[in-house]
């Protein structure tokens, strides 16, 4: 944070900013979330689908998201207040907000997984004889113990209220430069490790040989979903992000870039998981939220020097995830700051707090409490239902409404004068102005009719 623009910070580099924007999408999305709903929706097909919508609607709206974001320097209640006065449209970035606190609840729970498992891998709690069956025994046991669960969750949301604390251009900048290339060192070797075990190839061709019949209304749904979830949309993650960009930066350029590499980790994690998953026996659609966690300790066993890559590994996406969790409460903190006039301390405290308060359900929703591992009428855990609600349904209607906002109402021109700003060139102007206005609602729209009508919700 070098410069300073109406009072806001600044990302020091174009380099800083795409990492900075990268640190938010690569998370828990990409190597937790992404491998399990792939193997529960069927595997290459819906590879194939993530990547369209990436590509159609995610790059669009990460673009549109930008924009609104530098134009009005804001947060996201502020950017629609500024953007389109008097209007209902505030209310998008509310449910930004809110969608944000209930995202934070549930990761930090998933993240608080992976600081327990970094501590029980440097403890030594994984033998080198540890089969699926054993290694599924240790995760229950670990998820089912209230204390770690609720203890673990706080313990996260603590680390992440520091930094928010000291302001988000600050640290993660600096962070995220050493911490992507390490993270995506480790999953390699790991990918290497995963593809050459005996029966690789049986969840190869589960992960790359696309078998169309399995695809239902609810999985284009889930794939496009969990586009958004992975890349930060639909809720103003990346409108508080832009609005730390310099006028002289690229949107598009960037933008692109944050896509790119958030696709391919997410990629390359399914590479890691789906062979060493069948070499295992365990079954693709069988492990749920669990699958990562069951599946890495039995990698680590196979590998020399695996405690030591092990405890790398769960080191390494914890930060990943708090580079991510920075980014889902400081748009809370951001929003309180700007438009009530709090304290960046108080916000923070009050926020975090909140989200602890939301994430106890979901952390005793493992096993530790029986009512909420399967939530009647629709037997899904708390976290589960959580999940599906905030971070496929919520963001896939925010994204929607984005993209209308800047299509329709704040309008194509005014958005590519922004972005054409200072000279910038905005290569695929016509193609993203296509997708925005005809493509990203009417595609958001079909897909939604058509889950309502299937009934396929979950
Ligand atoms: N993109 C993050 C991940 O893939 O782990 C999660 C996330 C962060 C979702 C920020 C939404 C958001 F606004």
């Not at 911490?179 to 995506?184: D, H, T």
């Not at 061709?205 to 999985?219: C, E, H, N, R, V």
Request: aromatic fraction near 14%.
């Amino acid at each position: 944070m070098q410069e300073k623009t109406q009072g806001r910070g600044v990302w020091s580099t174009k380099a800083g900013f795409i990492l900075a924007a990268a640190g938010s999408a690569i998370g828990l999305g990409n190597i937790w979330r992404f491998p399990y709903v792939t193997g529960q929706n069927g595997g290459a097909a819906f590879v194939l689908i993530y990547i369209l919508c990436v590509i159609c609607i995610g790059l669009p709206v990460m673009i549109a998201e930008l924009s609104i974001g530098r134009r009005s320097q804001l947060n996201p209640v502020g950017a629609f207040r500024k953007l389109a006065p008097g209007s209902p449209w505030v209310a998008v970035g509310m449910i930004g907000v809110a969608t944000g606190i209930g995202i934070l609840s549930y990761y930090s729970v998933v993240a608080g997984w992976t600081v327990g498992y970094f501590f029980k891998t440097v403890a030594g709690d994984f033998s080198r004889f540890i089969t699926s069956d054993t290694s599924g025994q240790i995760f229950n046991s670990f998820v089912r113990n209230p204390t770690a669960a609720i203890g673990f969750l706080f313990l996260f949301l603590v680390l992440t209220a520091a930094v928010v604390m000291g302001g988000v251009a600050k640290g993660i900048e600096r962070w995220s430069r050493i911490l992507m290339p390490a993270l995506f060192i480790l999953l390699i070797l790991l990918t290497i490790r995963s593809v050459t075990l005996p029966n690789a190839g049986e969840g190869l061709s589960f992960y790359l040989k696309p078998d169309f019949s399995k695809i239902t209304a609810g999985t284009i749904g889930k794939a496009l979903g969990q586009a958004l979830f992975s890349l930060s949309l639909g809720m103003g993650a990346m409108i508080t992000y832009g609005s730390y960009i310099a006028r002289k930066e690229n949107i598009p350029v960037a933008a692109g870039y944050v896509c790119l590499f958030d696709t391919l980790i997410a990629i390359i994690a399914g590479l890691m998981t789906f062979p060493a998953l069948f070499a295992m026996g365990l079954r693709p659609d069988a492990s749920g939220p669990g699958l990562v966690f069951v599946l890495l300790p039995t990698i680590f066993a196979k590998m020399p020097g695996g405690f030591i890559f092990g405890a790398g590994f769960f080191l390494l996406l914890t930060l990943a995830a708090l580079t991510s969790t920075i980014s889902l409460l400081e748009v809370a903190v951001s929003y309180m700051v700007d438009e009530w006039k709090w304290k960046r301390l108080r916000a923070v405290v009050l926020m975090s707090g909140l989200a602890f308060i939301i994430g106890i359900p979901s952390a005793l929703s493992q096993g530790a409490s029986q009512w909420l591992s399967s939530l009647p009428l629709v037997h899904l855990s708390f976290l589960d239902l959580a999940n599906v609600l905030l971070g496929n349904y919520s963001l896939t209607v925010g994204a929607f409404l984005i993209a209308i906002f800047v299509a329709y109402k704040w309008g194509i021109k005014s958005t590519r004068q922004e972005i054409e700003a200072e000279g910038n060139v905005f290569h695929f102007g016509r193609i993203w102005s296509f997708l925005i206005r005809f493509i990203c609602p009417v595609a958001i729209l079909i897909i939604f009719i058509y889950i309502i009508i299937t009934g396929d919700f979950f």
